[in-house]
């Protein structure tokens, strides 16, 4: 898709592209990004990708933390309420007339709210505060910590492996999520990045921009205005794992083997 994206108009007709790039040419991404609905989606994607992601980890790592206590009261049955959610679902209708019964159609939080919590990323959240050593809880309360003052002062600073994995996890979910904006907005001022490749993959357009010459005589197709928008929606979430790495395996190593 690299290659082709930035290969030239005959090249690409031809099918002469194969690894390397044949008559070099950026006129694609500039079209991509003389397109004003992408910059608009690219915006809103950023929105829902940073704000779902804080608002999913903390919502989960507090539910995590509390449901790790083997002291809290009817915890078996909350744990058998939310693990049965990992095979049963309310359903695409009865979620979307939860979220229009809370006016949340054609708002942001339609993007964040529904998908906030993954009961998967729950458990494995669990699973890791389960193992954090009782010296450290104990150690909050000679000093006067309640229980809030050691999950934000004490907990949370030890668990940025953990932290990192799951919001690796909920950072590229809600980057890739398409399926959402489908069902609960209309206003395209509001539509994320996929929503804009899906409807450029599936008509083979992109407004104005699909079909005409930019910057000379160079026609742009629709195949390689379709790459390039793809590699542009792809390369920003790629470029965040490897600031992440280092805890993600062990994250997800720790997270997984004490289940």
Same mark, same amino acid.
């Given at each position: 898709?690299?290659?082709?994206?930035? !290969?030239?108009?005959?090249?690409?007709l031809?099918?002469?592209v194969?690894?390397?790039?044949?008559?070099?040419?950026?006129?694609?991404y500039?079209?991509?990004?003389?397109?004003?609905?992408?910059?608009?989606?690219?915006?809103?994607?950023?929105?829902?990708?940073?704000?779902?992601?804080? /608002? !999913?980890?903390?919502?989960?790592?507090?539910?995590?933390?509390?449901?790790?206590?083997?002291? *809290?009261?009817?915890?078996?049955? &909350?744990?058998? #309420?939310?693990?049965?959610?990992?095979?049963?679902?309310?359903?695409?209708i009865? @979620?979307?007339?939860?979220?229009?019964?809370?006016?949340?159609?054609?708002?942001?939080w339609? *993007? /964040?709210?529904?998908?906030?919590?993954?009961?998967?990323?729950?458990?494995?959240?669990?699973?890791? &505060? !389960?193992?954090?050593?009782?010296?450290?809880?104990?150690?909050?309360?000679?000093?006067?910590?309640? =229980? /809030?003052? #050691?999950?934000?002062r004490?907990?949370?600073?030890?668990?940025?492996? #953990? #932290?990192? @994995?799951?919001? $690796?996890?909920?950072?590229v979910?809600?980057?890739?999520?398409?399926?959402?904006?489908?069902?609960?907005?209309? =206003?395209?001022?509001?539509?994320?990045?996929?929503?804009?490749?899906?409807? *450029?993959?599936?008509?083979?357009?992109?407004?104005?921009?699909?079909?005409?010459?930019?910057?000379?005589?160079? *026609?742009?197709?629709?195949?390689?205005?379709?790459?390039?928008?793809?590699?542009?929606?792809?390369?920003?979430? $790629?470029?965040?794992?490897?600031? $992440?790495?280092?805890?993600?395996?062990?994250?997800?190593?720790?997270?997984?083997?004490?289940?």
């Amino acid at each position: 898709m690299i290659a082709v994206s930035l !290969s030239g108009t005959v090249p690409v007709l031809k099918g002469q592209v194969f690894f390397w790039p044949k008559a070099f040419t950026l006129n694609t991404y500039k079209a991509v990004f003389d397109n004003p609905e992408i910059g608009r989606a690219y915006l809103n994607t950023i929105v829902y990708t940073v704000l779902g992601t804080a /608002i !999913s980890l903390l919502i989960t790592a507090a539910g995590a933390y509390a449901l790790s206590k083997r002291e *809290m009261m009817f915890r078996r049955g &909350f744990m058998v #309420i939310v693990t049965i959610t990992l095979f049963f679902s309310g359903g695409m209708i009865p @979620t979307f007339l939860v979220v229009r019964s809370y006016h949340l159609i054609d708002t942001i939080w339609a *993007m /964040i709210l529904p998908g906030a919590i993954s009961t998967w990323n729950l458990i494995v959240m669990r699973t890791f &505060f !389960s193992g954090m050593p009782q010296e450290v809880e104990e150690s909050g309360k000679i000093d006067g910590l309640n =229980d /809030i003052g #050691i999950f934000f002062r004490l907990v949370l600073p030890l668990s940025k492996a #953990i #932290i990192a @994995t799951v919001g $690796l996890f909920y950072g590229v979910a809600i980057w890739n999520n398409f399926f959402s904006a489908l069902l609960y907005l209309r =206003d395209a001022d509001l539509f994320p990045l996929q929503i804009i490749v899906r409807n *450029m993959v599936l008509q083979g357009a992109s407004g104005a921009n699909g079909a005409g010459n930019v910057g000379g005589d160079s *026609m742009i197709i629709d195949e390689s205005l379709k790459y390039a928008t793809i590699i542009v929606t792809t390369v920003p979430i $790629l470029l965040v794992y490897p600031f $992440l790495q280092k805890y993600f395996a062990k994250g997800a190593l720790i997270g997984s083997v004490k289940g």
